[in-house]
């Protein structure tokens, strides 16, 4: 994931799953107070893993997509999905 959706993650568990809001004008301002309460205390995201392993899931998942894509019958996309 990068930043963009860890912060979109946040604001989601933080405001809006949090609360009830009868106007898009007290949704704005529940965000603006989050990200003023953030701002205030900020620290970097501190990414857990390696480049290596985020580039080998990829490799996995390009391959089989690659493998999806060629299939030419229903059935091999099913066997190839079990």
Do not use: Y
Request: proline share 1%; charged share 25%; net charge positive.
């Amino acid at each position: 994931m990068n930043q963009i959706e860890i912060w979109n993650g946040i604001l989601t568990r933080k405001v809006i799953r949090c609360g009830t809001f009868s106007s898009v004008k007290i949704l704005n301002r529940e965000i603006e107070s989050l990200v003023a309460h953030w701002n205030s205390d900020c620290k970097p995201f501190n990414w857990t893993v390696s480049a290596e392993e985020i580039l080998e899931k990829v490799r996995a998942i390009t391959s089989r997509m690659e493998s999806l894509l060629r299939a030419t019958e229903i059935d091999h996309v099913a066997s190839r999905a079990a």
